[in-house]
């Protein structure tokens, strides 16, 4: 393993932001990464003592969920954990780990191959399965959680492997406790799911029957729902390879029903839906084509030097080449803004901020 300096971040992540980081480096097992986390010592810290400044690292997957806005002037540890392995079965479900470092677009294809069900309609969305569990990723009425079985992660500091069950994570939408209680504590190194044997069908989320009918399903399987689910994903989302960005920006916000009805009497358009709690979620990509820089200008499709809002989905926002960080980030606080001055209603970033 090789700890390289002032290395060029801009491979690393889909936004495409020309960045330094001080230190990087890549591991491919947990006993690589508790290594780095020695030398790490040795390497960094008398540097960073003698600076005065806090020592600081980052654990990297496929850079599809962060915006850099500024050079990291610490480790970054990108993780390479490969692996897939069936732990047991029993009637109804097989059990399944997944190194932290693999695909997840991989990962869900070869669980479709062996007809293990569940994944299917979080088809290719980017990114590695280390960094599934932390945002709680979903799509298309299904989230890693409903999956989930548990993960074994390693604490950075005192370098002990932990596992953590699907309470200990506390998930939420686009959430979990490696979001907050402990953020920037762990290295997950690999997450295991149960995948159920005999698939159960979500087909009523988004366009997913209209492309299945598209595509002349008669026989339902978990293989058309994928290929339904990475048609309309490919036509509807910008692909990183051609513009910078990481998905959605900005989550969904959920408000309390009596705000909801004052603001569809105000604006009968407005796109939301109920909560099991009683809330309803609101759809930030009408909300902010509904506002601009200008009256008469929506963000939608606005372009700022080469930091943008995406032509087909607000909710994207986007590196047409050569944007800093730090202009995509002005943009989406501009954005932040004029949503809450006309809706009344504050948006909160789904991507991580460097
Ligand atoms: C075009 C596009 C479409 C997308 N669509 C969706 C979608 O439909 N649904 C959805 O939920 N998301 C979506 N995303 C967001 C993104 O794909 C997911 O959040 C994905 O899980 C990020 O994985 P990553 O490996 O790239 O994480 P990274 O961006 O590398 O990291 C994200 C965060 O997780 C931390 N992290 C990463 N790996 C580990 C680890 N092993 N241990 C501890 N911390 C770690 C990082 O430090 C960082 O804070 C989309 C992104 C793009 C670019």
Redesign the pocket.
């Known amino acids: 393993m090789q700890i390289q300096e002032n290395i060029s971040l801009r491979p690393y ?2 936004f495409g932001i020309n960045v330094s980081a001080r230190y990087f480096s890549v591991f491919s097992s947990a006993d690589q990464l508790s290594e780095l986390l020695d030398s790490r010592l040795q390497t960094l810290s008398s540097a960073k003592a003698a600076e005065g400044k806090p020592d600081s690292r ?9 915006l850099f806005t500024r050079n990291f002037d610490g480790l970054v540890l990108k ?1 390479d954990i490969k692996g897939i392995e069936e732990l047991h079965e029993d009637e109804e479900y097989v059990y399944v780990r997944a190194g ?1 470092g693999e695909n ?1 677009h991989g990962f869900v294809q070869y669980c479709i191959n062996r007809n293990w069900a569940g994944l299917e309609n ?1 088809s290719l ?4 399965v ?3 569990p ?6 298309y009425g299904v989230e890693v959680e409903d999956l989930f079985w548990d993960l074994e ?1 390693i604490h950075l500091q005192e370098k002990k492997l932990h596992t953590f069950t699907k309470t200990d994570c506390q998930f939420g939408y ?1 959430d979990s406790v ?1 979001k907050h209680k402990f953020k ?1 504590e ?4 690999n997450v295991s799911f149960r995948l159920r044997k005999k698939p159960v069908f979500h087909t009523s989320y988004g366009a997913i029957q209209q492309e299945l009918e598209r595509l002349g399903v008669h026989d339902l399987s978990i293989r058309a729902i994928s290929d339904a689910v990475i048609n309309i ?1 490919r036509s509807k ?4 390879e051609e513009i910078g ?4 920006f900005f989550k969904n916000p959920s408000v309390p029903k009596i705000l909801y009805e004052a603001l569809k009497i105000k604006y009968p358009n407005i796109v939301g839906y109920i909560n099991a709690d009683g809330s309803v979620k609101l759809a930030a990509g009408w909300m902010i084509e509904q506002c601009g820089p200008r009256d008469s200008v929506s963000w939608k499709g606005y372009r700022s030097g080469d930091a943008g809002c995406h032509a087909k989905q607000a909710l ?1 926002l986007v590196n047409y080449g050569n944007a800093m960080g730090d202009e995509i980030f002005e943009l989406s606080e501009k954005i932040v803004k004029s949503v809450k001055e006309k809706f009344g209603v504050e948006l909160e970033r ?1 991507v ?1 901020i460097i």
């Open positions: 992540n889909t980052l654990i990297l997957g496929g850079g599809s969920n962060i993780n932290a997840w979080l969305i980017p990114g590695n280390g960094a599934s932390m945002q709680n990723i979903g799509a992660a686009r490696f920037n762990f290295a997950i190194v994903r989302l910008p692909d990183p960005n990481a998905g959605s994207v789904e991580n």
